[in-house]
C-alpha cells in the first residue's frame, strides 16, 4: 500500500503568488516524521522542511511553510511569493520508527512550474 | 566538504553486462541509502545499510547487490543488467537517530541506461 501520495502531477503558479502542494500520508505508528525536497532540473536532491508528529506548532522553512493536519493524515508544503528559481519537482517523504535506521517513503512527486 | 559523491554520473550498459555504482560521503554519518527513480514513482529504497557493517533489503532489491565497504563508501553492483533498471540512481546518506529531525542528504545521481 502506497504510504505517501501526492495527487497533483504538475501545477502552474504565477510568480509572487502562494502555492499548496498536496500530501496525504497513511501510517499506524504514532511516531514518525514528515519531509518535503525538492528537485530542480539538474537532479539533486534538496531538504526543504521537517514535521515530527508530535511537533505543536506547524513547520516554517523561510517562504516554505508545512499544514500539518494530523487528523486528516496531511502535510501540505505551503510556498509563499513564489519565484521563478521555485520550479521544479517537490517530493513529500515519510519516516517511520526505526530503531537504528531512518528509512524515507517517497511520494510521487508534484512539478511546480512557475510563471513570470 | 564534498558531501555526498557519486560515480559515475552517467552509463550505457548492455543487457547482461555488470556494473557498479559508487558513492561516498565525508560527513562522518552512519547510515547508507540507495534509491532509484522512475518517472512518476518518485523514489524508492533499494537498500540500506544502517551502519557500518550491515545492510538490509528496501522495497525493490531483486537485481542489485550492496557492500558497504567502509564507513564512507556504500557501492550498488548490478550482476546482470536488465532494461528495466534504466533509471536515475541516488545514493544518500544519514546521521545516526538522535532528535529525529535528521534529514537524508543526497548524491547528485547517476543515470543508468540499459539496452
Known amino acids: 500500500a502506497q504510504k505517501i501520495t501526492q495527487t497533483q502531477p504538475g501545477m502552474f503558479v504565477q510568480e509572487k503568488e502562494a502555492v499548496t502542494l498536496d500530501c496525504t500520508y497513511d501510517t499506524s505508528d504514532p511516531s514518525y516524521g514528515l519531509f518535503w525536497y525538492k528537485q530542480p532540473s539538474s537532479g539533486e536532491m534538496i531538504f526543504l522542511i521537517y514535521?515530527?508528529?508530535?511537533?505543536?506548532q506547524n513547520a516554517t522553512e523561510g517562504r516554505y511553510s508545512l499544514n500539518f493536519q494530523k487528523a486528516r493524515k496531511s502535510a501540505n508544503l505551503v510556498i509563499s511569493a513564489s519565484q521563478l528559481g521555485d520550479s521544479a519537482m517537490y517530493f513529500c517523504a515519510m519516516r517511520e520508527v526505526g530503531f537504528n535506521d531512518y528509512k524515507l517513503s517517497f511520494g510521487a512527486g508534484t512539478t511546480v512550474t512557475v510563471r513570470a | 566538504n564534498a558531501g555526498v559523491t557519486q560515480t559515475p554520473k552517467f552509463q550505457v550498459l548492455k543487457t547482461g553486462q555488470s556494473m557498479t555504482l559508487q558513492c561516498a560521503q565525508d560527513m562522518n554519518h552512519n547510515s547508507m541509502y540507495w534509491y532509484r527513480q522512475d518517472p512518476g514513482m518518485g523514489l524508492r529504497l533499494i537498500y540500506y545499510s544502517a551502519s557500518e557493517g550491515t545492510t538490509d533489503k528496501g522495497e525493490v532489491p531483486n537485481g542489485y547487490n550492496v557492500s558497504r565497504l567502509n564507513k564512507r563508501e556504500f557501492s550498488l553492483r548490478l550482476e546482470s543488467a536488465a532494461p528495466s533498471q534504466t533509471s536515475v540512481y541516488f545514493c544518500?546518506?544519514?546521521?545516526?537517530?538522535?532528535?529525529?529531525?535528521?534529514?537524508?542528504?543526497f548524491g547528485p545521481g547517476t543515470r543508468l541506461l540499459v539496452l
Open positions: 544518500a546518506s544519514s546521521p545516526s537517530r538522535t532528535s529525529g529531525k535528521e534529514t537524508q542528504y
Open positions: 514535521q515530527g508528529s508530535y511537533d505543536q
